[in-house]
């Protein structure tokens, strides 16, 4: 079926630097999804964007924590600073409307 | 009350067995439960998913039942394989315009050969 594709898979970075996750999207998908999972635990919701705009985030979205999708390419998730704590897989996902999600594989952040 | 609470943590079957797996939720605007199924190193897959006005919903081996009055789900595996084993977590959406799936933390199921 149809994939949602994140680059990189695995990420280590310095405490304190930047980091930007990417997402390619399913193709005709038009609501993107951040969701983070530490060691194996329950996935948590970071934030849901739409038609350019941040509709929903939850706490666990810091001010660090910013996203976009410039020009309709990679929906991105930027982390600027990191911080020891930020170090999970983020999952992004897309779906087409108020429906099923897809969710890609995942990015493996360690911050150190 | 936004919490999905999911059991058990693990669970181990015999090959050919039946899985059963189990959650509750308090929040009666949840309408939306999918069950995703996630192997090591991958994102989670969906499952199967029901809406709240139904009370069953089959695929092949994997039927998840819903219980409105007792804000119940279960998953059911029949005939379980050891290509099974994975992470199975249910979740909830509600219908009063949230985008975000509430997750449980998950079943870690072995099939045992």
């Known amino acids: 079926g149809p994939k949602v594709l994140q680059i990189p898979s695995h990420q280590i970075i310095d405490m304190g630097q930047m980091v930007t996750l990417n997402c390619d999207p399913v193709?005709?998908?038009?609501?993107f999804y951040w969701y983070k999972q530490i060691l194996g635990q329950q996935m948590e919701f970071l934030v849901n964007?739409?038609?350019?705009?941040?509709?929903?985030k939850s706490k666990l979205f810091k001010d660090q924590f910013s996203v976009e999708r410039p020009d309709g390419s990679y929906f991105t998730l930027k982390i600027q600073p990191t911080a020891l704590e930020d170090s999970a897989v983020y999952f992004c996902?897309?779906?087409?409307?108020?429906?099923?999600?897809?969710f890609g594989s995942g990015t493996r952040l360690l911050v150190i | 009350q936004q919490q999905v609470r999911q059991s058990p943590q693990s669970l181990t079957v015999w090959e050919g067995g039946t899985t059963v797996l189990t959650c509750s939720y308090e929040?009666?605007?949840?309408?939306?439960f999918p069950w995703y199924q996630q192997f090591p190193g991958e994102g989670p897959a969906l499952l199967i998913s029901?809406?709240?006005?139904?009370d069953k919903k089959e695929d092949g081996r994997f039927t998840t039942f819903f219980n409105k009055r007792e804000k119940k789900l279960s998953l059911h595996i029949i005939d379980s394989q050891p290509g099974d084993s994975a992470t199975y977590f249910c979740?909830?959406?509600?219908?009063?315009?949230?985008?975000?799936?509430?997750f449980g933390s998950g079943t870690q199921l072995t099939v045992m050969p």
């Open positions: 996902a897309s779906s087409q409307g108020n429906s099923d999600y897809t």
């Open positions: 193709s005709n998908h038009l609501y």
């Open positions: 964007f739409y038609n350019g705009k941040v509709m929903e």
């Open positions: 929040d009666s605007t949840f309408n939306y």
């Open positions: 029901i809406l709240s006005v139904s």
């Open positions: 979740a909830a959406r509600a219908s009063s315009g949230s985008w975000q799936l509430i």
